[in-house]
């Protein structure tokens, strides 16, 4: 079965980088674009970026252009989102989510940036 | 920047039928797809393509569009459908998301 398993809730100090992984299996890494998902703490939901594990081609959302880089390593069909010159604001639940519709998402990661 | 615009809220008894609608320009134009969201839990699919449903999720849930704006039924909710449920829509590969409508089922 498809499965997205990210990796495990990170604190991190302002100013620094987090980087988040999203191993995907059941299906062919490369077929489906993966999509980066935030969450705040009761709030909507916000799309970061999306890349083409095949190409690696990506496309980040405006807000976080210079901020946000999506790579992935095909050998081990995973994905990364990697966040710098993180902010309080920041703090949130980030979740991969298979391309185009968005039918697979991963369980989520807690990001929390705090002093 | 496309914008899609949801009630913040929708209240129904169970067997009731809960209609909730997502409106924005971009909506003419590109399919519209919803997620259900539980507290504590990832976002599930529950119709694509404006109207299609992946396998597994329950035919009381449809999907419509007419112009502008899209709408998710449950027809006949029952108190497991309580959860927030976002639009979102895709142009030119980005992701827009609504701001999410919480349905009550009591």
């Known amino acids: 079965q498809v499965q997205l398993v990210q990796s495990g809730a990170e604190v991190k100090k302002p100013g620094a980088s987090v980087k988040v992984s999203c191993k995907a299996s059941g299906y062919t890494f490369t077929s489906y674009d993966i999509n980066w998902v935030r969450q705040a703490t009761g709030q909507g939901l916000e799309w970061m970026g999306w890349m083409n594990p095949n190409s690696g081609n990506t496309g980040y959302a405006q807000k976080f252009q210079g901020r946000v880089t999506m790579t992935r390593n095909t050998s081990i069909s995973t994905a990364y989102m990697e966040l710098s010159s993180l902010r309080s604001e920041d703090t949130a639940v980030y979740y991969c989510?298979?391309?185009?519709?968005?039918?697979?998402w991963g369980q989520g990661t807690l990001v929390t940036v705090s002093s | 920047s496309y914008e899609l615009t949801q009630p913040s809220s929708v209240s129904v008894s169970p067997g009731q039928t809960a209609r909730i609608t997502c409106s924005g320009d971009?909506?003419?134009?590109?399919?519209a797809r919803w997620f259900q969201q539980k507290p504590g839990q990832a976002p599930v699919l529950v119709i694509y393509k404006d109207s299609e449903r992946p396998s597994g999720i329950p035919e009381r849930f449809s999907g419509s569009s007419s112009g502008t704006t899209v709408t998710l039924t449950i027809s006949g909710a029952q108190v497991e459908d309580e959860a927030d449920y976002y639009c979102?829509?895709?142009?030119?590969?980005?992701?827009?998301f609504g701001g999410g409508t919480k349905l009550t089922v009591l």
């Open positions: 979102y829509s895709a142009a030119d590969n980005n992701w827009v």
């Open positions: 971009v909506l003419a134009k590109k399919y």
């Open positions: 989510a298979r391309g185009p519709y968005g039918d697979y």
